[in-house]
C-alpha cells in the first residue's frame, strides 16, 4: 500500500477542492489490461485510488485532482489547461506533472508486483493508516447455510436471528456505494446456496463495484450455474480447497477454464501439511494462478511460511487478507492466527453478517451495530 505525499510539492493549494465522492473507471473492451479503478475523493481534499481492487495508493489533494481526471479520461492537453486556471503554474509544467502521475499508475497496472517505492518514487505508507471515510471492501456474509453432510457447526448460525431479504441486500450494497465503498465480497456458510446470488452481484455490477465470491465452488461443476454468475459481472472467485472431494476437481476445471480470476483457499492443519507442497505442483499444473493460505495453528508457522515461499516459486500468487471459509475453519471457536491477517479489520474492511448486524471482520465478537438500522457515520465510527 503506498502513498503519493508531494508529486507536486510546488503547486499551491487549490481555491476550491474536487468535489467528494467515489467515482468509477473500466478500461474499455479493447484495452489488453482489462483494469478497473476506483477513486474515492474524501472531504478534506485528498484520495484514495484503488487499482484493480487490490493496490491502493492514499494521494494528496493535487494528486488526487489528477487522479479524479485520470479515471474521467481527460486528456493531458485540457488538464494542463485546467490546472493552469487553478494554480500558479505553467499549462506546460501541469501537462508534463499529470502525464508523468498516469504513466506511474499505469505503470502499476501492467506490473503491479513492482515495489512502488524502487521503482515508481512513491513514499510507503503504513497499510491501513491514514483517515479514510469508509473501508476499501465489505463482506457480506448473505447465509449461514451449509450444504447437506456438512456439520452445522461449522458456520454460527445461532448467532444470527434472520436472514435477510433480497431487497434488503439490495439497499445494502446501495448504501455502500454511496458512502464509497468500492468492493464487495459475498461470503457465507455457502453464498452458492441462496438462489438470488445472482441477482446480488448484478446490483454492485450496476452501481459500479467490483465483486468476489467466497465459495466452496462445487456447484461450478454445473457450467450454466457458472456462467449464470459470470455474465452478472462476478470478478474474482475464492474457491475452498478440498482435494479428497471429487467433485471439487471438475468445479476447479470448469473454474480454471472460464475468464475469471480465480484463487484456491488451504487452510493448514497437522495432519494435511505433509501433503500441501505436492498440492501445490498439482493446481500449478491445472492453471490456478493464486492461492490463499491459513492457519490456526501457531505450531505451523514455520510451515506457512516455507509453502508461501514454494507457493512463489512456483508462480503462484498469494491472498492474505479475504476472510477464511467457515464452512473449513470456524473462526467463533478458533481464532486465525496468521499475521498476515486481520490488520485491516474495522478499517480496510467491515463483515456483515446475515441479519445485518456488522463485526470488524468475520468471528469478531465486536459488533458495531446494524447496517439496516444504524446510521453509517454511528458504524465507522465504532470500528
Partial sequence: MTSILKPLNKLFTPVRKISPGIYHYIAPQDDIRNYRMHLRIEHDGHGVLIVNASTVLHLNQTAAEYAYYFVHNISAAEVGQTMSQRYHV?????????????????????????????????????PYSGRISAPYRLDCAITYQLPAGISKDLAPEECVKRELTTDEWFGIIDKSWQVGIPHLIFTGGEPTLRSDLPDLISRAE???????????????????????????????????????????????????????????????????????????????????????????????????????????????????????????????????????????AGRAWLYIEPDGDVLPAQGSQNRLGNILTDPWEKIWKSG
Avoid at 505553467?90 to 512502488?116: G, H, V
Fill in 206 to 344: 450496476t452501481n459500479g463495484q467490483v465483486s468476489g465470491l467466497l465459495t466452496d465452488g462445487l456447484r461450478f461443476a454445473d457450467n450454466q450455474y457458472l456462467n449464470s454468475l459470470l455474465v452478472t459481472g462476478l470478478d474474482h472467485i475464492l474457491m475452498l480447497g478440498q482435494p479428497d472431494n471429487e467433485a471439487f476437481w471438475p468445479s476447479l476445471a470448469n473454474t480454471t477454464a472460464a475468464d475469471i480470476f480465480m484463487a484456491v483457499h488451504l487452510t493448514l492443519t497437522s495432519d494435511n501439511c505433509p501433503g500441501i507442497p505436492d498440492l501445490l505442483k498439482i493446481l500449478s499444473e491445472r492453471g490456478v494462478k493464486a492461492v490463499s493460505l491459513s492457519t490456526a495453528d501457531e505450531s505451523l508457522s514455520e510451515d506457512l511460511n516455507r509453502l508461501a515461499d514454494l507457493a512463489a516459486s512456483l508462480h503462484l500468487s498469494l491472498v492474505w487478507d479475504l476472510p477464511v471459509p467457515y464452512s473449513r475453519l470456524n473462526p467463533v471457536s478458533l481464532e486465525v492466527r496468521s499475521s498476515r491477517q486481520g490488520e485491516g
Fill in 90 to 126: 505553467s499549462a506546460e509544467q501541469a501537462r508534463q506533472d499529470y502525464q508523468e502521475t498516469t504513466d506511474r499508475i499505469l505503470t502499476l497496472i501492467e506490473m503491479p508486483d513492482l515495489d512502488p517505492v524502487t521503482f515508481l518514487d512513491f513514499e510507503r505508507r503504513s
